[in-house]
């Protein structure tokens, strides 16, 4: 009986999950539909002047505006890396921390702890050689 009170309880769940997902998508498209006729310039994709890249002034050759694309997007998923590493190198550590806390030893765990900042430091000294190596050529590039 207890089990399938839990099942209910469950689909439950799931179901106004499902509710909340569906209100939420269709709060996020109706506006869309609201506005088509009027917002966006009328419908029109920009064309000569109107067209610019942010970062690059208008009378830029287009080399010198694809390579800033390319640098951002680059920049972008070094960042990235950057911050998903540093995450989880914070979590890990605080893992680290706590399994020691719980069995009590703490050798094993601060050998860890130096693992982790190893690396992070070893991904912070190849971004810094990423940008200076890769992204300040790309940026001179298009010149």
Do not use: H
Not at 67 to 89: N, P, W
């Amino acid at each position: 009986m207890n089990k399938q009170i839990q099942q209910n309880q469950f689909l439950w769940q799931r179901i106004a999950m499902g509710i909340l997902l569906a209100v939420l998508l269709v709060y996020m498209v109706l506006p869309e539909f609201a506005y088509a006729g009027t917002g966006g310039g009328g419908g029109q994709l920009p064309t000569g002047s109107d067209f610019e890249v942010p970062g690059a002034s208008s009378g830029d050759p287009w080399l010198k505006k694809f390579a800033f694309i390319i640098k951002f997007v680059v920049f972008l998923m070094c960042m990235a890396a950057v911050g998903l590493g540093l995450s989880d190198s914070i979590f890990s550590i605080f893992r680290v921390i706590n399994d020691a806390r719980m069995n009590g030893e703490w050798g094993p765990a601060i050998k860890q702890i130096g693992i982790i900042l190893g690396g992070l430091i070893f991904a912070l000294v190849i971004f810094a050689l990423l940008n200076k190596y890769v992204i300040d050529p790309i940026t001179n590039y298009g010149y």
